[in-house]
């Protein structure tokens, strides 16, 4: 009878712990990879409507740390993404966030969001 209770309370818990992560990893909080808790925001999907690159005058190349999944590239993305005039898109093998905007680039605010989402840009 007390083994069974043990075995219940084990399974509740794991169950839990389970649903947080799931819970903290989709609302952004939480690492997706580790579950460790990630001090970033969580930016909304930005939908670029413009895909014509001919649009896009000015273009940069920027190196970006702690990313370790295809969910942490995404992240980077949308953060970027989140800046007026730009179109991003991120490679997780090289670490490299290809950005095209429309106007000058502003390194400070591309600096900015990717910060904001969990994450470095490396000079």
Known sequence: MLANAIIIAAVIAIVILGIRRIVGTATGTRDCCSGDRRGGRAFRATRVRDRDESHYPYVTDLRISG?????????????????????????????????????????????????EAGYRVVV
């Open 67 to 115: 990313m370790s999944c295809e969910s942490c590239a995404t992240r980077v993305a949308r953060a970027l993404d989140s800046v007026a005039g730009t179109w991003a898109t991120v490679d997780l093998s090289s670490r490299t966030a290809h950005v095209r905007s429309k106007t000058p680039i502003d390194l400070d605010a591309y600096r900015s969001v990717v910060s």
